[in-house]
Protein backbone atom coordinates (compact mmCIF):
# COMPACT_ATOMS: atom_id res chain seq x y z
CA UNK A 1 0.00 0.00 0.00
CA UNK A 2 2.91 2.11 0.74
CA UNK A 3 4.56 1.91 -2.60
CA UNK A 4 0.89 2.35 -4.32
CA UNK A 5 0.06 5.53 -2.47
CA UNK A 6 4.26 6.40 -3.16
CA UNK A 7 3.19 6.23 -6.89
CA UNK A 8 0.33 8.10 -6.86
CA UNK A 9 2.02 11.12 -4.95
CA UNK A 10 5.06 11.27 -7.63
CA UNK A 11 2.32 11.04 -10.61
CA UNK A 12 0.40 14.11 -8.58
CA UNK A 13 3.67 16.22 -8.35
CA UNK A 14 4.39 15.39 -11.61
CA UNK A 15 0.68 16.51 -13.22
CA UNK A 16 0.47 19.71 -11.25
CA UNK A 17 4.50 20.90 -11.98
CA UNK A 18 2.75 20.38 -15.44
CA UNK A 19 -0.17 22.55 -15.28
CA UNK A 20 1.71 25.45 -13.22
CA UNK A 21 4.87 24.83 -15.72
CA UNK A 22 5.98 28.54 -16.83
CA UNK A 23 6.42 28.96 -20.86
CA UNK A 24 10.13 28.56 -19.83
CA UNK A 25 10.34 25.11 -19.16
CA UNK A 26 9.17 24.58 -22.35
CA UNK A 27 11.73 27.04 -24.27
CA UNK A 28 14.31 25.94 -21.88
CA UNK A 29 18.43 27.32 -22.73
CA UNK A 30 21.36 25.37 -22.10
CA UNK A 31 24.82 25.36 -22.62
CA UNK A 32 26.62 25.02 -25.02
CA UNK A 33 24.87 26.92 -27.19
CA UNK A 34 21.49 27.20 -25.88
CA UNK A 35 18.99 24.42 -26.37
CA UNK A 36 17.09 24.37 -29.09
CA UNK A 37 13.88 22.25 -28.74
CA UNK A 38 11.31 21.42 -31.20
CA UNK A 39 9.17 23.89 -29.43
CA UNK A 40 10.02 27.51 -30.02
CA UNK A 41 8.72 30.93 -28.30
CA UNK A 42 5.94 31.27 -31.38
CA UNK A 43 4.60 27.79 -30.60
CA UNK A 44 4.24 27.72 -26.68
CA UNK A 45 0.86 28.98 -25.03
CA UNK A 46 0.97 32.47 -24.61
CA UNK A 47 -0.52 32.25 -21.34
CA UNK A 48 2.15 31.60 -18.06
CA UNK A 49 0.98 28.20 -16.70
CA UNK A 50 -1.67 27.10 -19.10
CA UNK A 51 -2.65 24.41 -20.81
CA UNK A 52 -0.53 22.71 -23.85
CA UNK A 53 -0.99 23.20 -27.33
CA UNK A 54 0.17 22.09 -30.50
CA UNK A 55 2.24 24.40 -32.52
CA UNK A 56 1.16 26.06 -35.79
CA UNK A 57 2.53 23.61 -38.20
CA UNK A 58 0.92 20.63 -36.99
CA UNK A 59 -2.23 20.66 -38.73
CA UNK A 60 -5.87 19.56 -37.79
CA UNK A 61 -3.33 18.91 -34.06
CA UNK A 62 -2.71 22.76 -33.71
CA UNK A 63 -6.49 23.26 -32.64
CA UNK A 64 -6.11 21.16 -29.91
CA UNK A 65 -5.05 21.43 -26.04
CA UNK A 66 -4.77 18.76 -23.81
CA UNK A 67 -7.11 19.54 -20.75
CA UNK A 68 -6.58 17.99 -17.54
CA UNK A 69 -7.65 14.25 -18.22
CA UNK A 70 -5.77 14.11 -20.95
CA UNK A 71 -2.47 15.51 -19.04
CA UNK A 72 -2.89 13.13 -16.58
CA UNK A 73 -3.30 10.01 -18.97
CA UNK A 74 -0.06 11.83 -20.61
CA UNK A 75 2.08 11.95 -17.49
CA UNK A 76 0.87 8.29 -16.80
CA UNK A 77 2.68 6.92 -20.00
CA UNK A 78 5.80 9.09 -19.63
CA UNK A 79 5.88 8.20 -15.92
CA UNK A 80 5.98 4.83 -17.29
CA UNK A 81 8.43 5.13 -19.36
CA UNK A 82 10.60 6.65 -17.26
CA UNK A 83 10.10 3.70 -14.54
CA UNK A 84 10.92 1.23 -17.33
CA UNK A 85 14.75 3.16 -18.34
CA UNK A 86 12.99 3.97 -21.99
CA UNK A 87 14.73 6.80 -23.69
CA UNK A 88 12.19 9.91 -24.23
CA UNK A 89 11.59 9.03 -27.54
CA UNK A 90 9.30 6.30 -26.52
CA UNK A 91 7.12 8.73 -24.61
CA UNK A 92 6.84 10.33 -27.71
CA UNK A 93 5.95 7.58 -29.76
CA UNK A 94 3.23 6.85 -26.98
CA UNK A 95 2.14 10.00 -26.53
CA UNK A 96 1.33 10.53 -30.18
CA UNK A 97 -0.05 7.11 -30.79
CA UNK A 98 -2.66 7.73 -27.76
CA UNK A 99 -3.42 11.60 -29.50
CA UNK A 100 -4.75 9.45 -32.38
CA UNK A 101 -6.37 6.67 -31.34
CA UNK A 102 -8.34 8.14 -28.62
CA UNK A 103 -7.44 11.64 -28.21
CA UNK A 104 -5.64 10.59 -24.82
CA UNK A 105 -8.88 9.22 -23.23
CA UNK A 106 -9.60 6.12 -21.69
CA UNK A 107 -12.99 5.04 -23.63
CA UNK A 108 -14.68 2.20 -23.69
CA UNK A 109 -15.65 2.28 -27.08
CA UNK A 110 -13.75 1.84 -30.41
CA UNK A 111 -13.54 0.31 -33.60
CA UNK A 112 -14.60 -3.23 -33.65
CA UNK A 113 -13.47 -4.27 -29.78
CA UNK A 114 -11.06 -2.06 -29.54
CA UNK A 115 -10.67 -0.13 -26.34
CA UNK A 116 -8.95 2.56 -24.13
CA UNK A 117 -6.03 4.89 -24.84
CA UNK A 118 -4.33 2.71 -27.40
CA UNK A 119 -7.46 1.36 -28.74
CA UNK A 120 -6.48 -1.92 -27.84
CA UNK A 121 -8.51 -4.96 -29.16
CA UNK A 122 -8.81 -8.13 -26.49
CA UNK A 123 -8.95 -10.59 -29.59
CA UNK A 124 -5.52 -9.62 -30.71
CA UNK A 125 -4.04 -10.45 -27.63
CA UNK A 126 -3.51 -7.46 -25.91
CA UNK A 127 -4.88 -8.76 -22.96
CA UNK A 128 -9.00 -8.90 -20.74
CA UNK A 129 -11.45 -5.61 -21.46
CA UNK A 130 -10.57 -4.91 -18.12
CA UNK A 131 -6.53 -5.06 -18.83
CA UNK A 132 -6.76 -3.17 -21.79
CA UNK A 133 -9.27 -0.25 -20.04
CA UNK A 134 -5.99 0.00 -17.16
CA UNK A 135 -4.39 2.27 -18.43
CA UNK A 136 -1.23 1.81 -16.73
CA UNK A 137 -1.36 -1.97 -18.03
CA UNK A 138 -2.20 -0.84 -21.52
CA UNK A 139 1.03 1.70 -21.93
CA UNK A 140 3.47 -1.36 -20.28
CA UNK A 141 1.98 -3.68 -23.11
CA UNK A 142 2.28 -0.87 -25.30
CA UNK A 143 6.13 -0.48 -24.39
CA UNK A 144 6.29 -4.23 -24.24
CA UNK A 145 5.33 -4.23 -28.01
CA UNK A 146 7.44 -1.27 -28.93
CA UNK A 147 10.82 -2.74 -27.59
CA UNK A 148 10.75 -5.55 -29.55
CA UNK A 149 10.66 -3.38 -32.94
CA UNK A 150 14.06 -3.78 -34.76
CA UNK A 151 15.92 -0.34 -34.09
CA UNK A 152 12.87 0.99 -33.27
CA UNK A 153 14.43 4.23 -31.60
CA UNK A 154 15.79 5.03 -35.31
CA UNK A 155 12.60 5.20 -37.08
CA UNK A 156 10.20 7.43 -38.10
CA UNK A 157 7.59 8.07 -35.10
CA UNK A 158 5.08 6.85 -37.72
CA UNK A 159 6.97 3.31 -38.49
CA UNK A 160 7.25 2.87 -34.70
CA UNK A 161 3.75 3.27 -34.14
CA UNK A 162 2.65 1.40 -36.87
CA UNK A 163 5.06 -1.63 -36.23
CA UNK A 164 2.80 -1.85 -32.74
CA UNK A 165 -0.39 -0.69 -33.45
CA UNK A 166 -0.70 -2.00 -37.20
CA UNK A 167 -3.45 0.55 -38.18
CA UNK A 168 -5.12 1.27 -41.23
CA UNK A 169 -3.95 4.99 -41.34
CA UNK A 170 -0.01 4.78 -40.42
CA UNK A 171 0.37 8.22 -41.49
CA UNK A 172 -2.03 9.89 -38.61
CA UNK A 173 0.43 9.55 -36.39
CA UNK A 174 2.72 11.90 -37.42
CA UNK A 175 0.29 14.89 -37.47
CA UNK A 176 0.95 14.32 -33.24
CA UNK A 177 4.50 14.39 -33.40
CA UNK A 178 5.07 18.12 -32.58
CA UNK A 179 2.18 17.89 -29.74
CA UNK A 180 3.51 14.89 -28.31
CA UNK A 181 7.45 15.93 -28.18
CA UNK A 182 5.86 19.37 -26.30
CA UNK A 183 4.13 17.22 -23.98
CA UNK A 184 7.21 14.95 -22.88
CA UNK A 185 9.46 17.68 -23.27
CA UNK A 186 7.38 19.49 -20.15
CA UNK A 187 7.37 16.26 -18.18
CA UNK A 188 10.28 15.64 -18.24
CA UNK A 189 12.12 18.52 -18.09
CA UNK A 190 14.18 17.56 -21.49
CA UNK A 191 14.47 19.32 -25.07
CA UNK A 192 14.65 16.91 -27.38
CA UNK A 193 15.03 17.88 -31.56
CA UNK A 194 12.76 16.17 -34.25
CA UNK A 195 15.15 14.56 -36.55
CA UNK A 196 13.59 11.57 -38.76
CA UNK A 197 14.63 8.37 -38.05
CA UNK A 198 15.22 7.65 -41.70
CA UNK A 199 17.71 10.49 -41.61
CA UNK A 200 19.58 9.00 -38.55
CA UNK A 201 19.89 5.63 -40.63
CA UNK A 202 21.24 7.09 -43.33
CA UNK A 203 24.32 8.82 -41.25
CA UNK A 204 24.63 5.79 -39.41
CA UNK A 205 24.97 3.52 -42.83
CA UNK A 206 27.16 6.49 -44.23
CA UNK A 207 29.49 6.44 -41.22
CA UNK A 208 29.73 2.84 -41.41
CA UNK A 209 30.96 2.51 -44.95
CA UNK A 210 33.74 4.46 -44.39
CA UNK A 211 35.25 2.05 -41.38
CA UNK A 212 38.81 1.34 -42.04
CA UNK A 213 39.28 4.13 -44.27
CA UNK A 214 43.00 6.52 -43.41
CA UNK A 215 42.68 9.16 -40.95
CA UNK A 216 44.54 12.22 -42.46
CA UNK A 217 43.86 15.79 -40.62
CA UNK A 218 41.80 17.85 -42.26
CA UNK A 219 40.30 15.16 -44.90
CA UNK A 220 36.58 15.07 -45.84
CA UNK A 221 36.32 12.17 -47.49
CA UNK A 222 36.09 10.57 -49.76
CA UNK A 223 39.04 8.08 -49.07
CA UNK A 224 40.63 10.03 -46.04
CA UNK A 225 39.02 11.33 -42.70
CA UNK A 226 39.62 13.46 -39.69
CA UNK A 227 37.08 13.20 -36.80
CA UNK A 228 34.56 15.77 -37.46
CA UNK A 229 35.11 15.89 -41.22
CA UNK A 230 33.76 12.43 -40.92
CA UNK A 231 30.69 13.38 -38.37
CA UNK A 232 29.98 16.46 -40.75
CA UNK A 233 29.96 14.28 -44.12
CA UNK A 234 28.08 11.56 -41.93
CA UNK A 235 25.03 14.41 -41.35
CA UNK A 236 25.83 15.56 -45.08
CA UNK A 237 24.71 12.02 -46.70
CA UNK A 238 21.70 12.86 -44.65
CA UNK A 239 20.98 16.72 -46.12
CA UNK A 240 21.62 17.95 -42.52
CA UNK A 241 24.54 20.50 -41.93
CA UNK A 242 26.99 20.54 -39.53
CA UNK A 243 29.92 22.99 -38.79
CA UNK A 244 33.38 21.40 -39.73
CA UNK A 245 35.26 21.66 -36.63
CA UNK A 246 34.56 19.85 -33.79
CA UNK A 247 34.34 22.38 -31.05
CA UNK A 248 31.56 24.00 -33.52
CA UNK A 249 29.97 21.04 -33.68
CA UNK A 250 29.67 21.23 -29.87
CA UNK A 251 27.99 24.19 -29.99
CA UNK A 252 25.89 23.87 -33.04
CA UNK A 253 23.29 20.63 -31.43
CA UNK A 254 21.80 21.23 -28.15
CA UNK A 255 22.94 18.95 -25.16
CA UNK A 256 21.75 15.74 -24.50
CA UNK A 257 22.26 14.92 -20.63
CA UNK A 258 24.32 11.64 -20.38
CA UNK A 259 22.47 7.98 -20.41
CA UNK A 260 19.92 9.40 -22.43
CA UNK A 261 22.01 9.79 -25.69
CA UNK A 262 20.47 8.06 -29.10
CA UNK A 263 22.43 6.70 -32.15
CA UNK A 264 23.09 9.00 -34.35
CA UNK A 265 23.90 11.89 -31.40
CA UNK A 266 27.31 13.29 -31.20
CA UNK A 267 29.72 12.40 -28.77
CA UNK A 268 32.46 14.49 -27.56
CA UNK A 269 36.40 14.62 -25.82
CA UNK A 270 39.28 16.21 -24.50
CA UNK A 271 38.24 19.80 -23.64
CA UNK A 272 40.88 22.41 -25.68
CA UNK A 273 41.12 25.84 -25.28
CA UNK A 274 38.28 26.79 -27.75
CA UNK A 275 36.34 23.63 -27.22
CA UNK A 276 36.37 20.08 -27.98
CA UNK A 277 39.19 18.23 -29.37
CA UNK A 278 37.65 15.14 -30.64
CA UNK A 279 34.55 13.95 -31.56
CA UNK A 280 32.95 10.77 -32.24
CA UNK A 281 29.24 9.76 -33.73
CA UNK A 282 27.25 7.43 -31.06
CA UNK A 283 25.82 3.93 -32.64
CA UNK A 284 24.20 2.21 -29.15
CA UNK A 285 25.50 -0.12 -26.54
CA UNK A 286 28.09 2.78 -25.53
CA UNK A 287 29.92 2.27 -29.10
CA UNK A 288 30.53 5.07 -31.48
CA UNK A 289 32.18 5.14 -35.00
CA UNK A 290 35.12 7.72 -34.94
CA UNK A 291 38.62 8.56 -36.47
CA UNK A 292 40.60 8.83 -33.77
CA UNK A 293 44.21 10.03 -34.95
CA UNK A 294 46.60 9.50 -37.57
CA UNK A 295 48.07 6.05 -36.47
CA UNK A 296 44.49 4.67 -37.01
CA UNK A 297 41.68 4.22 -39.19
CA UNK A 298 37.75 4.93 -38.59
CA UNK A 299 36.61 2.42 -36.57
CA UNK A 300 34.32 1.57 -33.94
CA UNK A 301 34.94 2.05 -30.20
CA UNK A 302 33.15 2.59 -26.76
CA UNK A 303 32.99 6.49 -25.92
CA UNK A 304 32.56 6.20 -21.84
CA UNK A 305 36.71 6.86 -21.19
CA UNK A 306 37.65 9.55 -19.06
CA UNK A 307 37.83 12.31 -21.25
CA UNK A 308 34.29 12.42 -22.73
CA UNK A 309 32.69 15.58 -22.33
CA UNK A 310 29.35 15.82 -23.59
CA UNK A 311 26.90 14.76 -26.00
CA UNK A 312 25.01 17.24 -28.47
CA UNK A 313 22.15 16.44 -30.84
CA UNK A 314 22.24 17.97 -34.27
CA UNK A 315 19.64 20.06 -35.36
CA UNK A 316 18.17 19.49 -38.94
CA UNK A 317 19.32 22.12 -40.44
CA UNK A 318 18.62 21.17 -44.56
CA UNK A 319 22.12 21.37 -46.55
CA UNK A 320 21.06 23.75 -49.10
CA UNK A 321 22.61 26.96 -49.29
CA UNK A 322 24.99 26.27 -46.19
CA UNK A 323 27.98 25.00 -47.83
CA UNK A 324 30.35 23.35 -44.64
CA UNK A 325 33.08 25.78 -44.36
CA UNK A 326 35.81 26.30 -41.64
CA UNK A 327 39.01 24.76 -40.79
CA UNK A 328 39.99 21.28 -39.97
CA UNK A 329 40.36 19.46 -36.13
CA UNK A 330 43.31 20.88 -34.37
CA UNK A 331 45.34 18.11 -33.90
Not at 183 to 211: K, M, N, W
Not at 306 to 316: K, Q, V
Request: net charge positive.
Amino acid sequence: MKAIAAGAALLLLIICAFIAAPTSILTGSGTPGGLACAITPATTSSTTGGPVAAGPSTGVASTLTLDVEQQANAALIIQVAMERGLPARAGVIAVATALQESQLRNVHYGHLDSLGLFQQRPSQGWGTSEQVLDPRHATITFYQRLVKVRRWERLALTKAAQAVQRSGHPDAYARWEALAQRTVDAFSGTCVPLIPGERIAAVLAYAHAQLGKRYVWGAEGPDAFDCSGLTMRAYQAAAISIPRVAADQWRHGPPIPAGQEQPGDLVFFRMEADGPGHVGLVIGDGQMIHAPNRHTVVQIGPYRRGNLISFTRPIAHPTAGQPATGRPDPR
